[in-house]
């Protein structure tokens, strides 16, 4: 007989909806296309279309409004939020593992987000009424390497995938939290966390003019990506060493969103 003492289960990856690769495929092949139109010059007129909208739309205390809430979007007090929801989850269960989707939010979002804006080297609709107060037509195009890299990086919207990315993980964290507590998080309430800032962030940053609205569809479309990717992970089950304290297996994430 053969001796199966000390023989792991298989670690499988969490299941996402809608199941399945061709989905991330999806996303991914609608941020190349819609990328490749954009440098072809396509869409543009739906770009200016809405920006000017927004322009001639944006009375005071609505330029307020939507000024505090594209704060739900603003990537490093949300990592940090993420980052101390992690650490009390792990004190609270004494395991490593909750700290562990921060971490990987954090360098998901920092190696795809920051290098993709810096490669595509797109103005904001507002380089034409402040600096470095281009023509209007010379905002839209992508690949301006002739401008400084602070005048270029608004494709794609890192606050709609930042939002996207950390929200999901707060809502990640936030099932096994209350779990400690003997209470469940209603379905609800984290399906409104992880759409209702995204959404918000979406429409304020492109109503604000921080963004053109193929930015802030870019960023959707990668911030969905990066998402699924978070939440396959088996966080319960991903091998860590067993010299890391806190590292052993749980059953945390198995129920949670």
Request: aromatic letters at 10%; proline letters at 10%.
């Amino acid at each position: 007989m053969r001796n199966t003492a000390g023989v792991r289960e298989p670690v499988r990856l969490r299941p996402v909806r809608p199941a399945g690769w061709w989905y991330d495929a999806l996303l991914l092949a609608a941020l190349a296309g819609l990328t490749v139109a954009l440098t072809t010059h396509h869409l543009f007129g739906v770009d200016r279309a809405v920006a000017d909208w927004a322009e001639t739309h944006r009375p005071t205390v609505a330029y307020w409004l939507a000024r505090t809430l594209n704060l739900l979007g603003q990537g490093t007090p949300l990592t940090l939020i993420a980052a101390g929801l992690g650490v009390l989850v792990a004190i609270r269960i004494r395991s490593i593992r909750p700290i562990l989707p921060p971490v990987v939010g954090f360098v998901l979002t920092t190696f795809t987000i920051g290098p993709l804006k810096v490669w595509t080297a797109r103005p904001a609709p507002s380089a034409s009424i402040k600096e470095p107060f281009l023509a209007p037509e010379q905002t839209l195009p992508l690949f301006q390497e002739n401008l400084p890299l602070r005048f270029a990086q608004s494709y794609p919207s890192g606050h709609v995938a930042n939002a996207i990315v950390w929200y999901g993980v707060l809502a990640l964290l936030l099932a096994p939290l209350l779990r400690t507590y003997g209470r469940t998080v209603p379905p609800r309430l984290v399906l409104a966390i992880r759409v209702l800032p995204p959404l918000i962030v979406l429409c304020t940053t492109t109503y604000l003019g921080w963004h053109w609205l193929t930015d802030s569809v870019a960023g959707l479309l990668l911030g969905l990506f990066l998402d699924r990717l978070v939440h396959r992970v088996p966080w319960d089950d991903v091998p860590l060493p067993a010299r890391v304290p806190w590292s052993g297996r749980t059953r945390l994430f198995t129920s949670g969103p």
